[in-house]
Protein backbone atom coordinates (compact mmCIF):
# COMPACT_ATOMS: atom_id res chain seq x y z
CA UNK A 1 0.00 0.00 0.00
CA UNK A 2 1.09 3.85 -0.97
CA UNK A 3 1.39 6.05 2.38
CA UNK A 4 -1.09 9.49 2.93
CA UNK A 5 0.75 12.62 2.26
CA UNK A 6 1.29 14.95 4.96
CA UNK A 7 -0.84 17.83 5.40
CA UNK A 8 1.23 21.19 4.81
CA UNK A 9 1.48 23.84 7.30
CA UNK A 10 3.14 24.18 10.73
CA UNK A 11 2.71 22.22 13.69
CA UNK A 12 3.06 23.09 17.51
CA UNK A 13 3.38 21.27 20.29
CA UNK A 14 1.38 20.72 23.30
CA UNK A 15 3.56 23.17 25.18
CA UNK A 16 2.86 25.64 22.62
CA UNK A 17 -1.33 24.63 22.57
CA UNK A 18 -1.31 25.29 26.25
CA UNK A 19 0.52 28.46 26.26
CA UNK A 20 -1.69 29.78 23.90
CA UNK A 21 -5.00 28.65 25.76
CA UNK A 22 -3.19 30.45 28.42
CA UNK A 23 -2.65 33.98 26.85
CA UNK A 24 -6.04 33.66 25.39
CA UNK A 25 -7.44 33.16 29.15
CA UNK A 26 -5.16 36.18 30.61
CA UNK A 27 -6.50 38.55 27.76
CA UNK A 28 -9.91 37.40 27.91
CA UNK A 29 -9.28 38.44 32.01
CA UNK A 30 -7.58 41.72 31.33
CA UNK A 31 -10.46 42.73 28.84
CA UNK A 32 -13.00 41.55 31.45
CA UNK A 33 -11.58 43.48 33.77
CA UNK A 34 -10.99 46.46 31.39
CA UNK A 35 -14.46 46.76 31.27
CA UNK A 36 -15.21 46.06 34.48
CA UNK A 37 -13.69 49.50 35.18
CA UNK A 38 -14.46 51.39 32.66
CA UNK A 39 -18.23 50.27 33.10
CA UNK A 40 -18.21 51.03 37.19
CA UNK A 41 -16.01 54.47 36.35
CA UNK A 42 -19.32 55.20 33.68
CA UNK A 43 -21.68 54.58 36.33
CA UNK A 44 -19.96 56.85 38.48
CA UNK A 45 -19.65 59.27 36.28
CA UNK A 46 -23.41 59.31 35.52
CA UNK A 47 -24.32 59.16 38.96
CA UNK A 48 -21.74 62.16 39.92
CA UNK A 49 -23.08 64.19 36.30
CA UNK A 50 -26.59 63.52 37.39
CA UNK A 51 -26.30 65.00 40.39
CA UNK A 52 -24.38 67.91 39.29
CA UNK A 53 -26.94 68.85 36.36
CA UNK A 54 -30.14 68.49 39.06
CA UNK A 55 -28.00 70.85 41.30
CA UNK A 56 -27.32 73.08 38.61
CA UNK A 57 -31.02 72.99 37.37
CA UNK A 58 -31.92 73.65 40.93
CA UNK A 59 -29.20 76.23 41.30
CA UNK A 60 -30.18 77.77 38.20
CA UNK A 61 -34.11 78.05 39.43
CA UNK A 62 -33.25 79.45 42.48
CA UNK A 63 -31.18 82.25 40.78
CA UNK A 64 -33.79 83.00 38.87
CA UNK A 65 -36.32 83.33 41.08
CA UNK A 66 -34.44 85.41 43.10
CA UNK A 67 -34.09 87.38 39.99
CA UNK A 68 -37.78 87.74 39.52
CA UNK A 69 -38.22 88.69 43.36
CA UNK A 70 -35.69 91.53 42.73
CA UNK A 71 -37.37 92.53 39.27
CA UNK A 72 -40.80 92.90 40.95
CA UNK A 73 -39.62 94.61 43.79
CA UNK A 74 -37.68 96.89 41.59
CA UNK A 75 -40.95 96.87 39.56
CA UNK A 76 -42.94 97.74 42.41
CA UNK A 77 -40.63 100.64 43.87
CA UNK A 78 -40.84 102.04 39.79
CA UNK A 79 -44.60 101.98 39.69
CA UNK A 80 -44.93 103.39 43.09
CA UNK A 81 -42.62 106.60 42.27
CA UNK A 82 -44.49 106.96 38.74
CA UNK A 83 -48.06 106.89 41.16
CA UNK A 84 -46.18 109.43 43.09
CA UNK A 85 -45.02 111.71 40.43
CA UNK A 86 -48.15 111.75 38.65
CA UNK A 87 -49.94 112.72 42.25
CA UNK A 88 -47.23 115.67 42.31
CA UNK A 89 -47.80 116.49 38.67
CA UNK A 90 -51.71 116.91 39.47
CA UNK A 91 -50.58 118.94 42.72
CA UNK A 92 -48.44 120.96 40.86
CA UNK A 93 -51.23 121.32 38.31
CA UNK A 94 -53.95 122.62 40.16
CA UNK A 95 -51.10 124.89 41.91
CA UNK A 96 -50.89 126.66 38.74
CA UNK A 97 -54.00 126.82 37.85
CA UNK A 98 -54.87 128.88 40.87
CA UNK A 99 -51.61 131.25 40.11
CA UNK A 100 -52.67 131.48 36.83
CA UNK A 101 -56.09 132.58 38.74
CA UNK A 102 -54.94 134.80 41.02
CA UNK A 103 -52.97 136.35 38.11
CA UNK A 104 -56.31 136.92 36.09
CA UNK A 105 -57.58 138.65 39.11
CA UNK A 106 -55.26 141.43 38.62
CA UNK A 107 -56.48 142.33 34.95
CA UNK A 108 -59.29 144.77 36.17
CA UNK A 109 -57.51 146.78 38.09
CA UNK A 110 -54.35 147.15 35.31
CA UNK A 111 -56.70 147.99 32.83
CA UNK A 112 -58.92 150.51 34.92
CA UNK A 113 -55.26 152.57 35.60
CA UNK A 114 -54.68 151.67 32.22
CA UNK A 115 -57.33 153.85 30.86
CA UNK A 116 -57.06 156.53 33.31
CA UNK A 117 -53.33 156.90 32.15
CA UNK A 118 -54.47 156.63 28.78
CA UNK A 119 -57.51 159.25 29.59
CA UNK A 120 -54.85 161.54 30.97
CA UNK A 121 -52.59 161.12 28.11
CA UNK A 122 -55.25 162.37 25.97
CA UNK A 123 -54.62 166.14 27.26
CA UNK A 124 -53.64 168.82 24.82
CA UNK A 125 -52.28 172.56 25.17
CA UNK A 126 -51.51 174.19 28.33
CA UNK A 127 -53.17 171.48 30.11
CA UNK A 128 -50.27 169.03 29.75
CA UNK A 129 -48.74 168.52 33.21
CA UNK A 130 -46.72 166.08 35.40
CA UNK A 131 -47.77 166.37 38.06
CA UNK A 132 -48.53 163.45 41.53
CA UNK A 133 -51.60 162.03 39.63
CA UNK A 134 -49.07 160.65 37.12
CA UNK A 135 -46.74 159.03 39.89
CA UNK A 136 -49.62 157.41 41.80
CA UNK A 137 -51.11 155.91 38.68
CA UNK A 138 -47.43 154.79 37.76
CA UNK A 139 -46.88 153.53 41.26
CA UNK A 140 -50.33 152.03 41.18
CA UNK A 141 -49.08 150.16 37.79
CA UNK A 142 -45.94 149.36 38.70
CA UNK A 143 -47.62 148.00 42.07
CA UNK A 144 -50.09 145.80 39.70
CA UNK A 145 -47.03 144.71 37.40
CA UNK A 146 -44.91 143.50 39.57
CA UNK A 147 -47.24 141.42 41.34
CA UNK A 148 -48.23 139.85 37.62
CA UNK A 149 -44.13 139.61 37.26
CA UNK A 150 -43.45 137.57 40.52
CA UNK A 151 -47.07 135.28 39.59
CA UNK A 152 -46.04 135.09 36.33
CA UNK A 153 -42.55 134.15 36.98
CA UNK A 154 -44.15 131.15 39.17
CA UNK A 155 -46.09 130.05 36.55
CA UNK A 156 -43.22 129.57 33.96
CA UNK A 157 -40.97 128.30 36.94
CA UNK A 158 -44.03 125.35 37.13
CA UNK A 159 -44.52 124.78 33.97
CA UNK A 160 -40.82 124.12 33.11
CA UNK A 161 -40.57 122.25 36.17
CA UNK A 162 -44.11 120.16 34.75
CA UNK A 163 -41.65 119.01 32.05
CA UNK A 164 -38.77 118.43 34.53
CA UNK A 165 -41.84 115.69 35.91
CA UNK A 166 -42.64 114.69 32.96
CA UNK A 167 -39.38 113.92 31.80
CA UNK A 168 -38.63 111.71 35.16
CA UNK A 169 -41.68 110.30 34.86
CA UNK A 170 -41.01 109.30 31.41
CA UNK A 171 -37.47 107.77 32.65
CA UNK A 172 -39.61 105.59 35.29
CA UNK A 173 -42.10 104.78 32.52
CA UNK A 174 -39.54 103.45 30.28
CA UNK A 175 -37.60 101.40 33.09
CA UNK A 176 -41.34 100.47 34.36
CA UNK A 177 -42.22 98.39 31.33
CA UNK A 178 -38.19 97.12 30.70
CA UNK A 179 -38.96 95.67 33.61
CA UNK A 180 -42.13 94.17 32.69
CA UNK A 181 -40.71 92.47 30.07
CA UNK A 182 -37.88 91.23 31.88
CA UNK A 183 -39.76 89.82 34.61
CA UNK A 184 -42.30 88.32 31.95
CA UNK A 185 -38.78 86.56 30.76
CA UNK A 186 -37.42 85.59 33.14
CA UNK A 187 -40.84 83.69 34.87
CA UNK A 188 -41.15 82.23 31.76
CA UNK A 189 -37.75 81.22 32.03
CA UNK A 190 -38.44 79.83 35.52
CA UNK A 191 -41.47 77.74 33.97
CA UNK A 192 -39.10 76.19 31.69
CA UNK A 193 -38.45 72.22 32.20
CA UNK A 194 -36.81 69.25 30.54
CA UNK A 195 -39.75 68.88 29.31
CA UNK A 196 -40.78 71.61 27.82
CA UNK A 197 -41.66 71.65 24.35
CA UNK A 198 -40.13 74.98 23.67
CA UNK A 199 -36.59 73.54 24.69
CA UNK A 200 -33.83 73.02 22.04
CA UNK A 201 -30.40 73.69 21.19
CA UNK A 202 -29.26 77.16 20.00
CA UNK A 203 -26.18 78.49 18.57
CA UNK A 204 -23.68 80.12 20.54
CA UNK A 205 -26.06 80.38 23.50
CA UNK A 206 -23.03 81.57 25.70
CA UNK A 207 -22.60 85.07 23.98
CA UNK A 208 -22.95 88.10 25.79
CA UNK A 209 -25.26 90.39 23.89
CA UNK A 210 -24.34 94.01 22.91
CA UNK A 211 -25.38 96.73 25.19
CA UNK A 212 -25.43 93.81 28.34
CA UNK A 213 -25.05 95.82 31.80
CA UNK A 214 -23.44 94.62 35.33
CA UNK A 215 -25.39 94.40 38.09
CA UNK A 216 -24.07 97.02 39.54
CA UNK A 217 -25.04 99.16 36.79
CA UNK A 218 -28.63 97.67 36.94
CA UNK A 219 -29.47 98.23 40.01
CA UNK A 220 -27.71 102.16 39.82
CA UNK A 221 -29.87 102.76 36.76
CA UNK A 222 -33.08 102.32 38.72
CA UNK A 223 -32.03 104.04 41.55
CA UNK A 224 -30.59 107.03 39.62
CA UNK A 225 -33.99 107.10 38.15
CA UNK A 226 -36.26 106.58 41.42
CA UNK A 227 -33.79 109.47 43.06
CA UNK A 228 -34.50 112.03 40.61
CA UNK A 229 -38.04 111.34 40.31
CA UNK A 230 -37.68 112.30 44.33
CA UNK A 231 -35.26 114.99 44.04
CA UNK A 232 -38.20 116.07 41.29
CA UNK A 233 -40.66 116.06 43.90
CA UNK A 234 -39.26 117.45 46.70
CA UNK A 235 -38.44 120.64 44.29
CA UNK A 236 -41.96 120.73 43.56
CA UNK A 237 -43.19 120.37 46.93
CA UNK A 238 -41.22 123.06 47.90
CA UNK A 239 -42.18 125.05 45.05
CA UNK A 240 -45.76 124.45 45.80
CA UNK A 241 -45.09 126.24 49.07
CA UNK A 242 -43.01 128.88 48.30
CA UNK A 243 -46.25 129.74 45.54
CA UNK A 244 -49.05 129.71 48.26
CA UNK A 245 -46.65 132.13 50.29
CA UNK A 246 -46.39 134.00 47.32
CA UNK A 247 -50.01 134.29 46.85
CA UNK A 248 -51.00 135.12 49.94
CA UNK A 249 -48.62 137.87 49.76
CA UNK A 250 -49.63 139.37 46.28
CA UNK A 251 -53.07 139.34 47.01
CA UNK A 252 -52.00 142.97 48.54
CA UNK A 253 -55.49 143.91 48.87
CA UNK A 254 -55.00 146.49 51.49
CA UNK A 255 -52.09 147.89 49.15
CA UNK A 256 -54.00 148.49 46.29
CA UNK A 257 -56.72 149.89 48.22
CA UNK A 258 -54.30 152.38 50.21
CA UNK A 259 -53.17 153.06 46.46
CA UNK A 260 -56.15 153.01 44.91
CA UNK A 261 -57.43 156.30 47.44
CA UNK A 262 -54.37 157.76 47.39
CA UNK A 263 -54.25 158.23 43.55
CA UNK A 264 -57.90 159.29 43.44
CA UNK A 265 -56.72 161.94 46.20
CA UNK A 266 -53.85 163.28 44.09
CA UNK A 267 -55.96 163.09 41.08
CA UNK A 268 -58.74 165.97 43.06
CA UNK A 269 -55.46 167.97 43.62
CA UNK A 270 -54.41 168.06 40.53
CA UNK A 271 -51.68 170.98 39.30
CA UNK A 272 -50.51 172.29 35.62
CA UNK A 273 -47.33 171.89 34.68
CA UNK A 274 -48.12 172.13 31.06
CA UNK A 275 -44.35 173.79 30.15
CA UNK A 276 -42.00 171.79 32.20
CA UNK A 277 -43.74 168.30 30.93
CA UNK A 278 -43.95 169.39 27.29
CA UNK A 279 -40.52 170.27 27.15
CA UNK A 280 -38.88 167.55 28.77
CA UNK A 281 -40.77 165.13 26.28
CA UNK A 282 -39.81 167.37 23.44
CA UNK A 283 -36.32 166.59 25.09
CA UNK A 284 -37.02 162.65 24.93
CA UNK A 285 -38.20 162.93 21.29
CA UNK A 286 -34.95 164.71 20.70
CA UNK A 287 -32.57 162.70 21.90
CA UNK A 288 -34.58 159.28 21.08
CA UNK A 289 -34.48 160.66 17.32
CA UNK A 290 -30.57 161.43 17.88
CA UNK A 291 -30.29 157.46 19.24
CA UNK A 292 -31.88 156.10 16.21
CA UNK A 293 -29.85 157.80 13.71
CA UNK A 294 -26.69 156.71 15.13
CA UNK A 295 -27.91 153.63 15.64
CA UNK A 296 -29.46 153.19 11.86
CA UNK A 297 -25.98 153.98 10.83
CA UNK A 298 -24.68 151.68 13.21
CA UNK A 299 -26.58 149.01 11.56
CA UNK A 300 -25.45 150.00 7.87
CA UNK A 301 -21.83 149.53 9.00
CA UNK A 302 -22.82 146.08 10.63
CA UNK A 303 -24.09 145.18 7.78
CA UNK A 304 -21.23 146.15 5.42
CA UNK A 305 -18.91 144.45 7.47
CA UNK A 306 -21.13 141.37 7.43
CA UNK A 307 -21.25 141.32 4.20
CA UNK A 308 -17.61 141.90 3.51
CA UNK A 309 -16.75 138.99 6.12
CA UNK A 310 -19.44 136.64 4.63
CA UNK A 311 -17.17 137.54 1.22
CA UNK A 312 -14.02 136.38 3.16
CA UNK A 313 -15.41 133.01 4.24
CA UNK A 314 -16.38 132.23 1.04
CA UNK A 315 -12.98 132.72 -0.31
CA UNK A 316 -11.38 130.43 2.69
CA UNK A 317 -14.07 128.06 2.23
CA UNK A 318 -13.45 127.56 -1.83
CA UNK A 319 -9.81 127.95 -1.04
CA UNK A 320 -10.07 124.43 1.43
CA UNK A 321 -12.12 123.17 -1.15
CA UNK A 322 -9.64 123.42 -3.92
CA UNK A 323 -7.01 122.41 -1.86
CA UNK A 324 -8.94 118.81 -1.42
CA UNK A 325 -8.17 117.99 -4.58
CA UNK A 326 -4.54 117.39 -4.71
CA UNK A 327 -3.70 113.99 -5.41
CA UNK A 328 -1.43 111.30 -3.78
CA UNK A 329 0.71 112.43 -0.99
CA UNK A 330 0.12 116.03 -1.51
CA UNK A 331 -2.99 115.88 0.03
CA UNK A 332 -1.16 117.34 3.03
CA UNK A 333 -2.69 118.82 6.45
CA UNK A 334 0.39 121.72 6.02
CA UNK A 335 0.40 124.69 7.58
CA UNK A 336 -1.63 126.17 5.06
CA UNK A 337 -4.53 123.82 5.58
CA UNK A 338 -3.87 124.59 9.39
CA UNK A 339 -4.42 128.06 8.78
CA UNK A 340 -7.03 128.25 6.33
CA UNK A 341 -9.14 125.70 9.28
CA UNK A 342 -8.35 128.46 11.58
CA UNK A 343 -9.31 131.40 9.22
CA UNK A 344 -12.55 130.03 8.77
CA UNK A 345 -13.73 129.26 12.34
CA UNK A 346 -12.58 132.89 13.03
CA UNK A 347 -14.75 134.40 10.30
CA UNK A 348 -17.69 132.01 11.43
CA UNK A 349 -17.25 133.07 15.19
CA UNK A 350 -17.21 136.70 13.90
CA UNK A 351 -20.15 136.45 11.45
CA UNK A 352 -22.05 135.18 14.57
CA UNK A 353 -20.71 137.84 16.63
CA UNK A 354 -22.17 140.12 14.17
CA UNK A 355 -24.90 139.01 13.14
CA UNK A 356 -25.90 138.77 17.05
CA UNK A 357 -25.15 142.52 17.23
CA UNK A 358 -27.00 143.29 14.31
CA UNK A 359 -30.23 141.35 15.43
CA UNK A 360 -29.44 143.66 18.49
CA UNK A 361 -29.26 146.92 17.29
CA UNK A 362 -32.11 146.25 14.88
CA UNK A 363 -34.59 145.00 17.94
CA UNK A 364 -33.36 147.95 19.92
CA UNK A 365 -33.99 150.35 16.94
CA UNK A 366 -37.46 148.89 16.82
CA UNK A 367 -38.35 149.29 20.01
CA UNK A 368 -36.56 152.74 19.94
CA UNK A 369 -39.13 153.41 17.20
CA UNK A 370 -42.16 152.14 19.07
CA UNK A 371 -41.70 154.22 21.85
CA UNK A 372 -40.91 157.34 19.36
CA UNK A 373 -43.90 156.97 17.97
CA UNK A 374 -46.00 156.55 21.19
CA UNK A 375 -44.14 159.62 22.30
CA UNK A 376 -45.42 161.87 19.53
CA UNK A 377 -48.35 160.22 19.65
CA UNK A 378 -48.61 161.40 23.64
CA UNK A 379 -47.32 164.80 22.42
CA UNK A 380 -50.40 165.27 20.42
CA UNK A 381 -52.62 164.76 22.77
CA UNK A 382 -52.11 166.81 25.53
CA UNK A 383 -56.07 168.17 25.53
CA UNK A 384 -59.39 168.84 27.16
CA UNK A 385 -57.73 168.04 30.85
CA UNK A 386 -60.78 168.84 32.58
CA UNK A 387 -63.18 166.49 30.88
CA UNK A 388 -60.60 163.78 30.32
CA UNK A 389 -59.58 164.05 34.31
CA UNK A 390 -63.49 163.48 35.17
CA UNK A 391 -63.81 160.35 33.15
CA UNK A 392 -60.89 158.99 34.57
CA UNK A 393 -62.46 159.59 38.42
CA UNK A 394 -65.90 158.25 36.63
CA UNK A 395 -63.40 155.09 35.68
CA UNK A 396 -61.90 154.36 39.00
CA UNK A 397 -65.36 153.92 40.14
CA UNK A 398 -65.59 150.58 38.58
CA UNK A 399 -62.70 149.50 41.30
CA UNK A 400 -64.69 150.58 44.11
CA UNK A 401 -67.82 148.56 42.58
CA UNK A 402 -65.43 145.74 42.00
CA UNK A 403 -64.44 145.27 45.77
CA UNK A 404 -67.67 145.83 47.18
CA UNK A 405 -69.69 143.05 44.83
CA UNK A 406 -66.68 140.63 44.39
CA UNK A 407 -66.64 139.22 47.71
CA UNK A 408 -66.38 135.30 46.60
CA UNK A 409 -63.75 134.39 44.23
CA UNK A 410 -64.59 133.58 40.70
CA UNK A 411 -63.06 130.96 38.36
CA UNK A 412 -61.46 133.09 35.78
CA UNK A 413 -59.65 132.20 32.63
CA UNK A 414 -55.90 131.16 32.28
CA UNK A 415 -54.03 133.96 30.73
CA UNK A 416 -50.87 131.66 30.46
CA UNK A 417 -50.94 129.89 26.57
CA UNK A 418 -48.92 126.75 25.75
CA UNK A 419 -46.03 128.32 26.40
CA UNK A 420 -46.36 128.79 29.69
CA UNK A 421 -46.37 133.38 29.16
CA UNK A 422 -49.28 135.20 29.66
CA UNK A 423 -51.25 137.21 27.44
CA UNK A 424 -50.31 140.36 29.32
CA UNK A 425 -46.92 139.76 28.40
CA UNK A 426 -47.05 139.27 25.50
CA UNK A 427 -49.63 142.31 24.56
CA UNK A 428 -46.89 144.38 26.37
CA UNK A 429 -44.20 143.02 23.79
Same mark, same amino acid.
Given at each position: ??????????? /?????????????????????????????????? @??? $??????????????????????????????????????????????????????????????????????? *???? @???????????????????????????????????????????????????????? $?????????????????????????? $??????????????????????????? #??????????????????????????? *????????????? /??????????????????? #??? #???????????????????????? *?????????????? @????? /????????????????????????? /????? #??????????????????????????????????????????????????????????????
Amino acid at each position: MSSLPAKPGLH /HSVSEWHNNNHQLFATAQHERHISTTIRQEGRSL @RNE $TSCKTAWDESDTSRRLSDRVWDVARWKEVLEISAQKVDKEMEALTLCKEQTEQALAATVLPLEVTTECQTL *REGR @RGYELVTDPVDEQLKKEVELIKRVQQVLQQHIDKVFEHLCVLQEARHHLTADLQNK $TDALDIDVSCLSLTIKSPQISLKTNP $TRIPSGSSTPEEWVQFSQYNVARAQEA #MQVSQQMREDISLIRAKVSLQNDLETQ *RRATEFTLRKRNH /HEEQARDELEWQIRNTEDE #MAE #METDIHGLDADLQAKTASLKLAHT *RLENRTNRPGIDLC @RDEVQ /HGLVNEVQQLEATIVALKQKLSEAQ /HSLQK #MKLHHAHMLQDLSRKQEALSLEQRSMNTRTRLASNTCTDKTPVLLVPLTNSSGRSNLQLLAQ
